[in-house]
T-cell receptor, first 112, second 109 residues
């Protein structure tokens, strides 16, 4: 498995505050992804990166931005958190988009 | 629109009682189908990848099969430690994963 860590693992915040989640990988994988997981839904892609400084939108990107300044780090930012962004967020990485994506342990975010 | 549907949503089994999980899909193009296992509070853990109809993969008590419209995950003689949510995901033509909502399996001793 890829060495993937996410921080923080749990966070409670208030509506309107900015929040940044971090994904760190030690596998030198080029591709990194942010998903959210909600009850009754499958994992849904928020944003992904195909290299340093190269990112693109996924299915549910509204209200989120990302940045990747180093191969190993992929940041997800909620500029102004809303209650609808309460969710569990997972980071995934892979060396090739055809290959298996390996997932981190997740961050549980609650927006009050 | 790409759709991946898993059934049933939940499955309760007695230890040793074999069963199958279904993953049906309608997507623009299939580049691969992935099965993951997810335990409560953890990230998905990779199980299998299938690339073409007729392909099968096995690992311990699990066997995954693929047709042109669906995939099955067969659990043979399950044990309590097989209790988890099983996720199916399809890699589409644009090389993005579309996930089903999962099947939660509970195996009682």
């Amino acid at each position: 498995d890829a060495g993937i860590t996410q921080s923080p693992r749990h966070k409670v915040t208030e509506t309107g505050t900015p929040v940044t989640l971090r994904c760190h990988q030690t596998e030198n994988h080029r591709y990194m992804y942010w998903y959210r997981q909600d009850p009754g839904h499958g994992l849904r892609l928020i944003h992904y990166s195909y290299g340093v400084k190269d990112t693109d939108k996924g299915e549910v990107s509204d209200g989120y931005s990302v940045s990747r300044s180093k191969t190993e780090d992929f940041l997800l930012t909620l500029e102004s958190a809303t209650s609808s962004q309460t969710s569990v967020y997972f980071c995934a990485t892979t060396g090739s988009p055809r290959d298996t994506q390996y997932f981190g342990p997740g961050t549980r975010l609650t927006v009050l | 629109e790409d759709q991946v549907t898993q059934s049933p949503e939940a499955l309760r089994l007695q230890e040793g009682e074999s069963s199958s999980l279904n993953c049906s899909y309608t997507v623009s193009g299939l580049r691969g189908l992935f099965w993951y296992r997810q335990d409560p509070g953890k990230g998905p853990e990779f199980l299998f990848t299938l690339y073409s109809a007729g392909e099968e993969k096995e690992k311990e008590r699990l066997k995954a099969t693929l047709t042109k419209k669906e995939s099955f995950l067969h659990i043979t003689a399950p044990k309590p430690e097989d209790s988890a949510t099983y996720l199916c995901a399809v890699l589409t033509d644009d090389y993005k994963l579309s996930f089903g909502a999962g099947t939660t399996v509970t195996v009682r001793a």
